[in-house]
């Protein structure tokens, strides 16, 4: 999604006609993570996955790296600024943070910005973000946002490769 509402707001009916079209009583929608940067409603996109999908329906949600790097810019926004550059300044903008003057900025401003996120981040925002899952197992599928190695059990996985990994695997 990316921090696109509009187009969130145009896929969801669709899952839900598809759904109820199979005539299946149980539905499951997985999302595969990346719901936040690079779109300018981020915010947006988190408020309408925990308040408006429809009843019904089992909804999961996937840890992308997108949020992964996210989570770490609010435990540490100096070490990991690179998620600015990775698609942070819109997410910021969504949730009324001042705009930094570019992902270069001072350390100062990169300080304020993560102060001003966490100010006005709403808790339940923060509550999903943390409580995302690493992966979803439904029968002989298991879901997950990049990689998975094929050795290794889907539970013994690393986080760095089912939320980052491509071309490895």
Request: hydrophobic share 45%; proline share 5%.
């Amino acid at each position: 999604l990316h921090g696109r509402f509009d187009l969130l707001r145009q896929i969801v009916p669709r899952i839900v006609e598809a759904a109820v079209d199979s005539g299946r009583t149980d539905p499951v929608v997985v999302f595969l993570g990346d719901y936040v940067d690079r779109g300018p409603e981020s915010a947006a996109v988190i408020e309408y996955l925990l308040t408006e999908l429809p009843t019904g329906f089992e909804w999961r949600f996937l840890k992308g790296n997108h949020e992964a790097a996210m989570l770490l810019f609010l435990e540490d926004p100096l070490r990991n600024r690179g998620w600015l550059a990775h698609g942070g300044l819109p997410t910021l903008a969504s949730y009324g943070v001042n705009p930094l003057p570019s992902i270069g900025a001072s350390d100062q401003a990169i300080v304020d910005a993560h102060a001003q996120l966490v100010a006005k981040m709403p808790a339940s925002h923060m509550a999903f973000l943390k409580a995302l899952e690493r992966y979803v197992v439904i029968g002989d599928y298991a879901f997950v946002h990049a990689g998975v190695d094929l050795g290794v059990e889907v539970e013994r996985e690393r986080d760095i490769d089912l939320v980052w990994a491509r071309e490895k695997f």
